[in-house]
Structure formats: structure tokens, C-alpha cells
């Protein structure tokens, strides 16, 4: 069991940057690949990055790549997601998640935090 809660949304400017955070609970935090998705209004939930529970793979879906960076800290049990040169398009709510395998898929993920939203304005 793993309890996860974001921070680190708000509203920022086109070109700008926002690092969001995805803090963890429990002691089992390190063997859970983690994922980064998003829910956009009247849009489905999508895959932003991810990255295996090792930290040496990460995936990234091509509209955010060279844009957005996954990091993971196992002795703080948080995740980052560094999000550089913003773009109004990327305005949805952010969620954290963790599974027990290293897909993009939200399905293969079983815990997950209660989102943080992200507006980019024009």
C-alpha cells in the first residue's frame, strides 16, 4: 500500500516552468515504478512520463519530450515532474501513480494521488 499526494501546481505563463512534486507514503514506496498523468476538461486521462521503480528507465509521451523531465528520490519517497517551456495545451489536472510494473499504460497503475491542477495561460 502507498499513499501519494502532489503539490506543486498553479498557474504560470506560456514558455514558463512549474515542478511538481508527488510525495509517498509506506515502505515499499522504492519497488513501484511511478507515472505522471493528466486529465485535461472533456478529455481523457493520458500518460505525461514515467519512470521504473530502479530510476534508470523513463518514458515520456511525444508531445511533452525535450519539454518535461521525470526524477525520482527513493530516501525522500517523492517523485518530480520538471515541466519547462509550458505551453497552454498542457493546462489539466496532474496526477502521480504507482504500479508495480513499468508501463504508460493508467490501467497497470494501482495507487494514486488526488491531483494538482496545472493552468498555462497564453
Known amino acids: 500500500q502507498v499513499e501519494l499526494v502532489e503539490s506543486g501546481g498553479g498557474l504560470v505563463q506560456a514558455g514558463g516552468s512549474l515542478r511538481l512534486s508527488c510525495e509517498g507514503s509506506?515502505?515499499?514506496?522504492?519497488?513501484?515504478?511511478m507515472g505522471w498523468f493528466r486529465q485535461a476538461p472533456g478529455k481523457e486521462r493520458e500518460v505525461v512520463a514515467t519512470?521504473?521503480?530502479?530510476?534508470?528507465?523513463?518514458y515520456y509521451t511525444d508531445s511533452v519530450k525535450g519539454r518535461f523531465t521525470i526524477s525520482r528520490d527513493s530516501v525522500k519517497k517523492t517523485i518530480y515532474l520538471q515541466m519547462d517551456i509550458l505551453k497552454p495545451e498542457d493546462t489539466a489536472v496532474y496526477y502521480c501513480?504507482?504500479?508495480?510494473?513499468?508501463?504508460?499504460?493508467?490501467?497497470?497503475?494501482?495507487?494514486w494521488g488526488q491531483g494538482t491542477q496545472v493552468t498555462v495561460s497564453s
Open positions: 519512470i521504473r521503480s530502479s530510476g534508470r528507465d523513463t
Open positions: 501513480a504507482a504500479g508495480n510494473f513499468f508501463t504508460e499504460r493508467a490501467r497497470d497503475y494501482a495507487y
Open positions: 509506506g515502505r515499499t514506496f522504492s519497488i513501484y515504478a
